[in-house]
């Protein structure tokens, strides 16, 4: 398990059978904190985001977070010194009760609403990216007299990242960014030059999650810094700001490909380099957007089990007490996860299994082929790992099913982040 891609840094076999992260045994946290429980590494994160400043030595990161915040995660992203990507009035909110500095904070969204818009400019986000021309009107509207709001542009590079459609964004004829091909990015900054009201600092694409393929990254690189060289050109002035978004991909299951901060460091770097050297411009001040792999692979979750069946073609069909509410990526993208037994050594062999969640569709199956011990009862505990980013975050109340915890795990100690919702939290907001 150590070295493993998959689980956290400090996840460790015990010869017991069962596992702990940060020093602290999954069955202890199932014991005192209960099922389903999403534990987090701290140390991972930690050294995730250390190894990102490293690959962007000169460069901003920006942690995406979309993949998963609460207050802790914002201090622990505030103290490693990195930037912070909010994409709502709500995630501002938390990010500041963290006391996260506005000046190292931006804003995205597509659908910017005039309260998320107000929210970032009372609140001094250093830069708001604009996504739509609408916004840039509501901005002008909205911009203080005593300060230019200072914006990029969301610009959709015509590059397909080669991942799952549902998160492809860097290709024209999806929801977010103002085409290139189409010359809406070119109006965009133009229209924005024209407001002396509104301050232009640079661009940013994103080309999509989940992506593995580097030279796309670089592709886009390119096209960006033509664009900048472009509006050199018309306009006479250079924004200094180039923002890459996110979208590294990690491995879910041991053996996938996932990407290594300091080569996407190196070849990012070098592809903006050497286009700016091509177009003689001024190398712009960086920024890459990574949520995903700062936190997927710090996340546990422990599941118990419920109940087990015998399929016709053989599998075990073990069904444990989560599922799509808080795991929705399997049915969203086809996501495919590992699943192992903790807490007791494995006495036969093992089998072939279906994990599956406990909602009412026969569609929430969180581990379609897993391996499990032939002998695996109601009462022992699953865990699941690559389970930080877009777990909790996404999670549902499906079914009127409260959400687990999420505890953090450090030098033996355990922290809940966010509680275990209760019954009276799902009765207090029904008001009828
Ligand atoms: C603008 C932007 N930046 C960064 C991210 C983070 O993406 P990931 O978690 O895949 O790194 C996203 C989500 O895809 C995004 O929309
Ligand atoms: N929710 C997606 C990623 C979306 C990224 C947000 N822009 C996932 O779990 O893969």
């Not at 999403?38 to 979309?66: I, M, N, Q, T």
């Not at 490693?80 to 804003?107: I, T, Y």
């Not at 914006?151 to 990242?161: A, I, K, M, Y």
């Amino acid at each position: 398990m150590t070295g493993s891609g998959v689980w956290p840094a400090t996840a460790r076999e015990r010869p017991d059978g069962d596992v702990s992260v940060g020093g602290v045994r999954l069955t202890a946290v199932a014991q005192r904190f209960g099922t389903p429980a999403h534990v987090l590494d701290e140390e991972d994160v930690r050294r995730r985001c250390r190894a990102f400043r490293r690959a962007f030595p000169d460069g901003e990161v920006a942690y995406a977070g979309k993949a998963f915040l609460c207050r802790a995660m914002a201090r622990w992203i505030a103290e490693e010194g990195l930037s912070l990507d909010v994409c709502s009035a709500g995630e501002l909110a938390v990010a500041r009760a963290a006391r996260f500095p506005g000046e190292r904070m931006l804003m995205h969204g597509n659908a910017k609403t005039p309260e998320d818009l107000r929210a970032a400019l009372d609140h001094g986000v250093d830069r708001i990216v604009v996504d739509s021309f609408h916004e840039i009107a509501r901005l002008a509207a909205l911009a203080p007299d005593t300060a230019r709001p200072r914006l990029l542009v969301r610009v959709t590079p015509g590059v397909d990242g080669r991942t799952h459609a549902a998160v492809t964004t860097g290709t024209d004829g999806q929801k977010f960014g103002l085409s290139l091909a189409s010359g809406a990015a070119a109006e965009a900054v133009r229209r924005i030059l024209a407001q002396r009201r509104l301050d232009l600092v640079g661009l940013h694409c994103h080309l999509g999650s989940q992506i593995t393929d580097v030279d796309a990254f670089e592709r886009a690189a390119r096209r960006m810094v033509a664009f900048l060289a472009r509006i050199r050109d018309e306009h006479g002035v250079v924004p200094p700001r180039l923002d890459l978004g996110g979208g590294f991909g990690v491995g879910y299951r041991d053996g996938e490909p996932g990407l290594d901060p300091a080569t996407l460091g190196d070849r990012l770097r070098g592809a903006v380099r050497e286009a700016c050297a091509g177009h003689r411009l001024p190398a712009p001040l960086l920024t890459v957007e990574p949520g995903r792999a700062i936190v997927a692979r710090a996340g546990v979750t422990v599941y118990r089990v419920v109940s087990v069946k015998h399929a016709p073609d053989g599998r075990l069909l073990v069904a444990v007490d989560g599922g799509m509410s808080d795991n929705p990526r399997p049915g969203l993208y086809g996501a495919r996860y590992e699943a192992r037994l903790v807490g007791r050594r494995c006495l036969g062999g093992d089998r072939a299994a279906a994990v599956v969640g406990r909602h009412c569709e026969a569609g929430d199956v969180l581990v379609g082929d897993a391996r499990l011990p032939a002998d695996v009862r109601p009462g022992d505990l699953l865990a699941v790992p690559c389970t930080g980013a877009y777990h909790h975050s996404m999670a549902s109340n499906y079914n009127l099913v409260p959400r687990p915890p999420v505890l953090a795990v450090r030098d033996g100690g355990v922290r809940p982040l966010v509680r275990r919702e209760t019954f009276d939290d799902l009765l207090t907001r029904d008001v009828g």
